[in-house]
């Protein structure tokens, strides 16, 4: 084997499609700079930023004070003189501290007078990993409400690195959530060259006629797996990935479900009120008279995410959740 | 202010300027509130009387490509940075011509490319907001300055501080000030804070910080130019306290009973525009008919941009839904 095709060959990790993507973008447009806690020398939390400090500087990789609001705002404030701030949160469950910024201020100003905001706010999301009520939540169902805002939820290593690549050319306020579940559990073998994947645009990603099933974040390789397992029982699954949940790619998701007729939603946020929901409605409302089931959902229940293992692997969905709901609708 | 310091420190045309826009914010703010009161802008209406002096001194000792987050009574702001009395008044007749198209009313207007951050109801929202304005003048090596302030009340709020802590940590070249009106809305200072001076806030941040008398024009000037020429040579944030007085209630509709007789009595006599008055008397700058010839030619403005913004057309219903997202032309460069 040469050199060459061993370059070609490495996996990179859901994690590091993250950092390539960040590194590649602050090289390829100077305006990019990183905001957030313990990003510096200390390379954040979960080591995204590891070796940038001292790659790009105290001015382009900034350590701020402990205050999600006050950054979240200064990154208002500089994208709209023109830079292009990626702001870190420690753990998605931090950006309520910011709720107000992001909902108020990033969301309305364009639409009020006509400020651009071009600001990424990256918030690693999720649950999985014995985090508790505040290291696991899927917060996205309260932005996915707000007008303004662009929400990112990546699957895959190659996902994620074009993803966030498209969310720092965008010139709005987009909200990246990045699964910590996939971090290091998932590798693929990334293109060499630059690449986006345009934000709006959902991916199938296993297709099948008989059901279909849309989901997003860590739950798309659960619904994988889950198809694995229904293949062998002759119903086939089809997995929507929605990867961009605003702008959210209806067409695919009405296109999916007018081929099989049957719908499921499966997401990690709580089910009251989440998206889940609003897909329902929307195929309802579209759709309807293509179903020949009921459309369901798959989602925790509505609490927090709890601490201790055997109450957090009863609130996360599960494949035998998908298993079961699948084999419902095939009924139909 | 003494006269022999505005003298050698002021320039007579600035400070000529300066009364112009004193007289030109108050015949602005008194047109919209009779407009209000004939039933002909809907909303709210926040205005400056009394405390004009303010914007117009601060405003007047930026330079125009500084940039500006004002506070919700800061009117003088807007005319120095050339929003037309016309454009200003369709903006509170929800008029098609005004800033924001409709989109928002009243003081809540903005212009990137005149400098001007659009005001956020939640107060002192913008603070960090200037601070990162000041971030990327910092970060892109340019001489420019943030000037950004909220109530005495918005000091009360998790942003200020927040604002006030990453700015003197990262030295960023901002200002920040206190209308320190000693209302908001009915909430008297004493029940907001248990300080007396909003200005000692400054001291937990490292920050200096300096309490400038309100109602004159020159001071606020004067100061505001000494806080800008600090922040522009790299030695970072000051906070400037305004003491001033609320003469008129929140909003238009508040007839601010709340508020001892007494205590608006004694805030009459500080008028900022009879201060200025006196002070160009003082200065030989000005006499009654200069100074009414000036107002005259605030009225004239006034009533130019009255009938603009009358004669122009309201929005289209459908136009609710353009302009939720930015295209990248409209990113600043």
């Known amino acids: ?332 | 202010m003494d006269q022999a310091v505005v003298a050698q420190d002021i320039k007579r045309s600035d400070l000529l300027d300066m009364y112009f826009y004193l007289r030109l914010t108050r015949s602005l703010e008194d047109r919209i509130t009779a407009l209000y009161r004939q039933g002909r802008i809907v909303g709210g209406v926040y205005t400056s009387h009394g405390m004009e002096a303010i914007a117009v001194g601060y405003a007047s000792a930026l330079q125009p490509d500084d940039v500006i987050a004002p506070f919700h009574r800061d009117m003088g702001a807007f005319l120095i940075r050339g929003f037309s009395t016309g454009e200003i008044i369709a903006q509170y007749l929800g008029k098609q011509t005004g800033p924001t198209k409709g989109k928002d009313g009243n003081v809540h207007m903005g212009d990137l490319k005149r400098g001007i951050i659009g005001f956020v109801s939640h107060l002192a929202d913008n603070m960090p907001v200037a601070a990162g304005a000041a971030l990327a003048f910092k970060i892109r090596g340019e001489s420019r300055v943030a000037f950004a302030g909220t109530g005495d009340g918005g000091t009360s709020r998790g942003d200020f501080h927040e604002a006030m802590n990453f700015a003197a940590v990262r030295k960023l070249p901002v200002v920040f000030f206190c209308t320190n009106n000693q209302y908001a809305y009915s909430t008297p200072v004493r029940y907001q804070m248990a300080i007396t001076d909003v200005v000692e806030r400054a001291k937990a941040y490292g920050m200096p910080g300096e309490i400038v008398d309100g109602n004159d024009v020159a001071a606020v000037y004067l100061a505001s130019r000494r806080a800008i020429a600090k922040a522009r040579s790299g030695e970072g944030p000051t906070f400037l306290e305004f003491k001033t007085m609320r003469m008129h209630g929140h909003s238009a509709h508040d007839a601010a009973t709340y508020v001892p007789r007494q205590l608006l009595d004694d805030w009459t006599t500080k008028d900022p525009i009879v201060r200025a008055e006196q002070l160009l008397m003082q200065l030989g700058y000005g006499d009654e008919s200069y100074f009414h010839e000036v107002g005259e030619r605030a009225k004239k403005d006034v009533d130019a941009g009255t009938e603009f913004a009358e004669r122009s057309p309201l929005p289209e219903g459908r136009e609710t839904l353009v302009g939720v997202f930015a295209t990248e032309d409209e990113v600043l460069p």
């Open chain 1, 1 to 332: 084997m040469t050199t060459a095709t061993a370059a070609q060959e490495t996996q990179t990790t859901y994690v590091d499609a993250i950092s390539q993507a960040l590194d590649d973008e602050m090289r390829r447009d100077e305006r990019v700079f990183l905001m957030g806690e313990d990003i510096g020398a200390y390379g954040g939390a979960f080591k995204v930023t590891d070796g940038f400090f001292n790659k790009y500087g105290e001015w382009r990789v900034l350590d701020t004070p402990l205050s999600e609001s006050g950054f979240v705002g200064a990154a208002i404030g500089a994208a709209m003189m023109g830079l292009r701030p990626v702001v870190e949160m420690q753990f998605a469950d931090f950006i309520s501290c910011a709720f107000d910024q992001i909902t108020e201020v990033a969301a309305k100003n364009h639409y009020r007078w006509g400020a651009a905001v071009p600001l990424v706010i990256r918030a690693p999301f999720g649950g999985g990993v014995h985090g508790g009520p505040f290291h696991s939540e899927c917060p996205e169902g309260w932005f996915f409400h707000s007008p303004g805002l662009k929400i990112v939820a990546p699957s895959t290593p190659y996902d994620a690195k074009g993803l966030l690549k498209a969310a720092i050319r965008d010139p709005n306020p987009v909200l990246y959530f990045e699964h910590k579940f996939l971090y290091r559990r998932i590798k693929a073998i990334l293109p060499q060259e630059d690449y986006i994947v345009p934000l709006g645009k959902a991916d199938v990603k296993r297709p099948g006629r008989d059901v279909s099933l849309i989901t997003y974040g860590a739950m798309v390789h659960l619904a994988l797996e889950a198809a694995e397992m229904l293949q062998q029982e002759g119903i086939e699954l089809e997995v929507v990935d929605l990867r961009t949940l605003i702008p959210l790619d209806k067409e695919t998701i009405y296109a999916s479900v007018r081929k099989t007729s049957k719908a499921i939603i499966l997401h990690e946020d709580n089910k009251t009120g989440g998206i889940g929901a609003e897909i329902s409605a929307l195929l309802t409302e579209e759709c309807f008279d293509c179903l020949d089931g009921p459309i369901l959902r798959i989602a925790p229940p509505d609490t927090p995410v709890p601490f201790s293992t055997p109450l957090e692997e009863f609130f996360l969905p599960k494949v035998s959740d998908i298993v079961a709901a699948a084999r419902k609708l095939a009924a139909y």
